[in-house]
């Protein structure tokens, strides 16, 4: 007997059967790169930026025309950094596709020279480059792009968790960036992020090298009955019963969070027996676990909040939706100080993405964080 696939994948690429909705997304977002165009994705951590991403590079109208390339640069804090990871991923996407273009490679980047090993087995070099080996990252950078220019097909970009580079040391590398991306003519960009005010401002604020260089996407939650539908048929054709309830009661407590649904569902359904049925007490052992598991993180945030930051952080879990938060009746009723540090204290949490408004009301910007601090405070 084979084992049994769970439907509700939480990790590495989705097979098109596990992938929920997101019909017009894909379609907007191929649209795009397929005609000329740059675009900006925005949403949430793990809303399902880079789920889409992928499931769009496997269409294919992408698959078979395009070189697709992908980027995650979260954990980057220099240009050398960024170079670095594009130029692996550009050689390492090429090399089992073109050893033309791989070879190519090797002979545009000259300031890496004799820097690549050498694979014995498809008897090609191999990116031993290490992050030290880049001395000279914007002309390495050049160098990228003059290859990536020289393609026998055309390129997508994608550069995931782009505000990043907003926070890098170096002067001046939007600018840098834009003016290569400018020029290159057979390549478009996809930048996604999850900070919406940096890439806002990177994007939408005309003093910035990235003005109006992209059409932008929110990306919002998956439609609340298609994502009823995706989970209830999901078990059913696996000979397993939930109620539609139970899943729309999830999907209102985390907001249609991606990721946390997709955690609750991978759960509850591996403890689902085969024609048994999947109850309101399997779901809410599945989100306790899942509270546990991320249990330690969220203690390590607030040990690194200020104190009146941390009130506000709780007044506001509490509320849920929090509206009037500079009313003297909301200071009132989670003892906080004054509207004047309520404010300051606000801007805080809003930088550091703890918190999103939307519509002059706040809400914790991870609705697990919020279960969390619910039941504890
Ligand atoms: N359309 C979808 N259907 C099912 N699961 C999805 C979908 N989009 C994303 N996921 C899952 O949700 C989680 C978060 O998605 P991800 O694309 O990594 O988010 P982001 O890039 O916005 O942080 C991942 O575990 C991914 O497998
Ligand atoms: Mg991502």
New binding site residues.
Partial sequence: MTKEINP?????N?DPE?????VDESARLIKSVTNGNNMV?I?????????????CYEKQDIKKHYYTFFI?ILQTSSLREFTYLLGKAVYEALLPLSSKMATLFVQTLKSLNGKFGFDPVSGMPSFNVELGDIDRPEYTLEEIFRLLSTADKPCIVAI??FQQISKYPENNIEALLRTHIQKIHNCNFIF?G?ERSMMQAMFLSSARPFYRSADVME?HA?PKDIYTD?IVSNFEKRDRHIERDIVEGVYDMFSGH??Y???TFNESFADTPKGGRCTKETVETAIDNMIGLYETIFREILSNIPEKQKMLLYAIAKEGDAKLILSAEFIKRYSLASSSSVQAATKKLLDRDLITETDKSYSLTDRLFAMWIKRIY
């Avoid at 949403?43 to 499931?55: A, N, Q």
């Fill in positions: 509700f994948i939480v990790t590495g989705i596990f992938f929920c909705d997101r994705i949403s949430p951590r793990r809303m399902g930026k880079t789920g889409l991403i992928r499931f995650d995931d968790e996604a999850s990306l998956i995706f991606t990721f649904i997709q955690k």
